[in-house]
């Protein structure tokens, strides 16, 4: 899951103005579609992470720790709206779109340490043993050098694709100047 | 045969996730994005408002009601619920707080929702029978049909998106009409454990109503600029493909797995006493 979690990460950093171009038009890249849907592949790749880890923590809790986990959820689902409205107030006047999927990260950053910690506990892991466990898995260094390959040869194959954004990028760095 | 309509529901979602992602691509490449972030933020919301109450309260008392071996119980419980957003929609109308549209689309997407509350009992006709060919075309055809009159009345701004969501429900209760047949019902009284049912679900349904509209409302009630909510809702729309079509059924899956399956975690498990 954070395979596909961290290609949409990797390939929305590099294409994503390119294909709301492609997709939909000169308009939305200057209302700033591209640059949030960057950030939204940023977000994704925190939904694909904490999915992964939320899982894996409910299947290896026992009844009492469900039911304590239960709870806490339950506060998560009221936090989760309480952080959006306060963090959108600030930062959607300033920030717009962006604002609003910000606030979004922080939530699933808070929820992903939660579900982090409550698994350290559960596997009564001591220091920080647990995290290079997880992360630094041969696997997952793997995934990562592929995910960061894809793309460059993508763009070596189709370098159209990169003029395009690059062209867009000095369009709009010469809009803002102008 | 329920897992046959699990499958064919899966797909079902599937490809109107699919149609209806290529289709605002076709509107938003005509429509600004401040015509495209008032009518996917602010009227389309306006819309599951008034249809979101008849769904979550009447379909779940209707699904849980002791008397639901009686296929003619369930769906008078769906027609209680049609007739209640018929109420509901007049009063969302009036107090919508939304100047950045006008009263004409405001009025006529409540009238919108008020036509699609027709097609509930319909669906849920359609559940109990595990029938979902229905559905299917008649979601297919309409959005197609949604799309057409978007794009042909587009000039008209907004509007145009309410004109085509009436389109939509005209043809989703045209043609589930048309392929399930009449339905039986056994008239308005309601019983007095349909009504605290109604009642409990209520509370419920607000809640996840919240929940599942919270960055809508805050972009709504915050007063973002209306470009500001076309570019959300068409990020989270693209999304969305990947959330809701790829993540959810793999977390589904995760949730259900024992802790071995969680190889080397699960080594570091403390043994069970012998």
New interface residues.
């Given amino acids: 899951m954070w395979v596909l979690g961290l290609g949409a990460f990797v390939y929305g950093q590099l294409l994503s103005e390119v294909f709301i171009r492609v997709a939909y038009g000169q308009q939305w890249v200057e209302a700033g579609a591209g640059a949030a849907l960057r950030a939204y592949s940023g977000y994704v790749l925190l939904m694909a992470l904490n999915g992964v880890i939320d899982a894996i923590g409910h299947a290896q809790s026992s009844t009492d720790q469900l039911r304590t986990r239960g709870f806490i959820m339950i506060g998560f689902s009221w936090y989760f709206p309480l952080s959006i409205y306060l963090l959108s107030s600030m930062l959607l006047a300033q920030y717009g779109a962006l604002g609003i999927i910000g606030s979004n990260l922080l939530s699933y950053v808070c929820r992903i340490a939660y579900c982090v910690w409550l698994l350290r506990s559960q596997l009564a892991l001591a220091g920080p043993a647990f995290l290079p466990e997880l992360w630094t898995a041969l696997s997952f260094a793997c995934v990562l050098f592929l995910s960061f390959l894809g793309p460059i040869v993508s763009l070596a194959l189709f370098p159209q694709a990169l003029l395009l954004y690059r062209c867009n990028r000095g369009y709009l760095l010469r809009t803002k100047q102008d | 045969m329920e897992i046959d309509a699990a499958k064919r529901a899966l797909s079902l979602h599937f490809v109107l996730k699919v149609l209806t992602v290529g289709t605002n ?1 076709a509107i ?2 005509v429509a ?2 401040e015509i495209f972030g008032q009518a996917n933020i602010n009227l389309l919301l306006l819309y599951t408002l008034v249809l979101h109450f008849t769904r979550e309260c009447f379909r779940r008392v209707a699904q849980t009601s002791p008397q639901s071996a009686l296929q003619l119980v369930r769906l008078t419980q769906m027609w209680q619920g049609t007739v209640c957003t018929w109420g509901f929609a007049p009063v969302a109308w009036a107090l919508w707080p939304s100047a950045d549209l006008s009263p004409m689309s405001t009025a006529i997407i409540c009238l919108a929702a008020s036509i699609e509350a027709l097609a509930e009992p319909l669906y849920a006709h359609d559940l109990i029978k595990l029938e979902m060919k229905h559905r299917a075309i008649a979601e297919g055809f309409a959005l197609i049909l949604r799309s057409a009159v978007v794009l042909g009345t587009i000039t008209r701004g907004v509007e145009a998106f309410a004109l085509g969501q009436v389109a939509y429900a005209i043809a989703v209760v045209l043609l589930m009409r048309m392929q399930t047949g009449p339905l039986r019902w056994k008239g308005l009284g309601v019983e007095r454990a349909t009504g605290r049912l109604v009642g409990t679900e209520l509370g419920l349904a607000v809640l996840k109503f ?2 599942s509209e ?2 809508k409302l ?2 709504l009630f ?1 007063a ?2 209306s ?6 809702a ?3 729309s ?2 969305s493909i ?2 809701r079509n ?2 959810q059924p ?2 589904v899956q ?6 071995t ?2 190889s ?3 080594n ?3 043994e069970l006493p012998k």
């Fill in positions: 691509v938003a490449r600004s994005p919240v929940l919270g960055e805050v972009l915050f973002a600029a470009a500001e909510q076309g570019v959300y068409l990020v989270a693209l999304g990947i959330t790829l993540f793999i977390e995760l949730g259900r797995k024992p802790p399956a969680f080397p975690l699960s570091r498990l403390p």
